[in-house]
């Protein structure tokens, strides 16, 4: 089976532009989680899809906001870009069940926003 | 925010020694997770240990769990240098459902030949 898979793998953006950030998961996996990674907060969740709905999110400010398709692909959108929004973004799925909990993550290998 | 801390922050050792390193979590967890994580890449999953487990192995991995003190180790035998590498534990809460994963701080692991 094909891994995780994120389009574009590195970005650069202005400040108050937008950006859209594509995830596509494993075959057959229904969740799919977006994460944060900066060398100061560490790794931070950001939300999950499951079933085209969000079933979890993270304490991160609305201008990040993600949608999931019937395909279970997934975007994210970080609206009016700001200077700290520079980070690697993964993207994660797993089978995922409507009970799962704490599923096994595979992840994608990120996507790396630069914000000048 | 993150939940827990790793110790140590780096750690250096020889091919063929010992890693061991240490995670310490704050609230109940349904289960803790270890991933590694080569240069800034993504996230491999190593092992995952319930909470009504105390140790748990993978091959050259052994992870225990004591979730009394809210803490668990990762020892890696025998380490080569393609173990080189961060290593996150990951803890899924015992409530809410779902796949939120709270990370720790992570330990830098180098070997060397």
């Known amino acids: 089976k094909a891994g995780v898979t994120q389009t574009p793998r590195y970005l650069i953006k202005t400040r108050g532009q937008q950006v859209t950030l594509s995830c596509s998961p494993i075959?057959?996996?229904?969740?799919v989680s977006w994460y944060q990674q900066t060398p100061g907060q560490g790794l931070q969740f950001l939300f999950e899809y499951f079933s085209e709905t969000q079933r979890n999110k993270g304490n991160f400010p609305g201008r990040f906001s993600g949608r999931q398709f019937s395909n279970s692909r997934s975007e994210m959108n970080v609206s009016t870009l700001e200077l700290g929004d520079s980070a690697l973004y993964l993207c994660?799925?797993?089978?995922?069940?409507?009970?799962?909990?704490?599923?096994?993550?595979?992840f994608g290998p990120g996507t790396r926003l630069t914000v000048l | 925010s993150q939940q827990g801390e790793e110790d140590p922050q780096a750690l250096s050792i020889q091919e063929g020694e010992n890693a061991t390193m240490n995670c310490s979590y704050k609230t109940s967890i349904n289960n803790l997770q270890w991933y590694r994580q080569n240069s800034g890449r993504g996230l491999v999953h190593l092992i995952l240990i319930r909470s009504n487990e105390r140790e748990k192995h993978s091959g050259r991995l052994r992870v225990t769990l004591d979730t009394s003190k809210k803490s668990s180790s990762l020892l890696i035998t025998a380490s080569r240098a393609a173990d080189t590498a961060s290593y996150f534990c990951a803890t899924a809460p015992s409530t809410g459902g779902g796949n939120k994963l709270t990370f720790g701080t992570g330990t830098q692991l180098k070997v060397e030949l």
């Open positions: 075959s057959g996996h229904r969740s």
């Open positions: 994660a799925s797993s089978f995922g069940t409507s009970g799962g909990w704490g599923d096994t993550q595979y």
